[in-house]
């Protein structure tokens, strides 16, 4: 019982730092930026009190430690990957091309006899 109410209460800091942003129209914008900042830091400390909060800030952190551990590839290898669907993609426009234009020409020519003018 004790998280929901924090959680309901995170919520609401959100929603007044929303609401901070546009009570506060007739300052800089800057002003109205860190209210909105200050609601979102707020209500995540108090979120992060919850049972809920607590699972999420153990996942994020595991999720940092798995992408460390990724072996990402090199700047060649990611230019050589793109070149290659670059070009993929262009045989197979090329491909579609043909294959639409030779259709056209059995269909409306040949059987059809529509000849275009």
Do not use: C, H
Not at 35 to 45: C, I, Q
Request: charged share 15%; proline share 1%.
């Amino acid at each position: 019982m004790a998280d929901k109410i924090k959680f309901s209460l995170a919520l609401v800091l959100l929603a007044a730092g929303v609401a901070g942003f546009y009570l506060l129209s007739e300052q800089a914008m800057i002003l109205r930026v860190l209210a909105v900042l200050a609601g979102v830091a707020v209500a995540a400390a108090v979120a992060w009190k919850t049972a809920q909060g607590q699972r999420f800030f153990a996942f994020a952190n595991e999720s940092v430690v798995e992408a460390r551990k990724v072996v990402w590839p090199t700047r060649k290898e990611t230019m050589q990957t793109t070149a290659m669907v670059f070009a993929f993609v262009v045989v197979m426009a090329l491909f579609l091309y043909l294959t639409d234009k030779s259709l056209e020409w059995v269909l409306y020519d040949l059987v059809l006899g529509w000849k275009k003018s």
